[in-house]
């Protein structure tokens, strides 16, 4: 069985261990110039597979779709993926998200 490259790389970034220092988060702001992140609700988050083969967000254990009108203009400073987001029952509500990868 042959494993495709994306694969092994979503699993690697699903499985990083998350940064020490998020002191980035602080300051960054969504697209109407609100302040979106914090220390306390913004955390690594993995890439994944929805099942219309879109890439997705891991978020509380489960593959959701990436908002895209929440992703910010910067790229993470480790390479992963980043959200800030709060519970809000079944679904959690995404204030922004940080893609890896150049900006």
Do not use: F, N
């Amino acid at each position: 069985m042959m494993v495709r490259p994306s694969l092994v790389l979503l699993l690697l970034l699903a499985s990083a261990a998350p940064v020490l220092a998020h002191g980035w988060y602080t300051g960054l702001r969504d697209g109407i110039g609100r302040s979106c992140c914090d220390d306390r609700d913004c955390r690594p988050v993995g890439l994944c597979i929805l099942p219309d083969r879109k890439e997705g967000l891991l978020i509380a254990g489960a593959c959701r779709p990436i908002p895209w009108d929440k992703v910010l203009g910067v790229a993470s400073p480790d390479g992963g993926a980043h959200a800030c987001w709060q519970p809000l029952g079944r679904r959690p509500y995404i204030r922004c998200v940080i893609l890896p990868g150049e900006v």
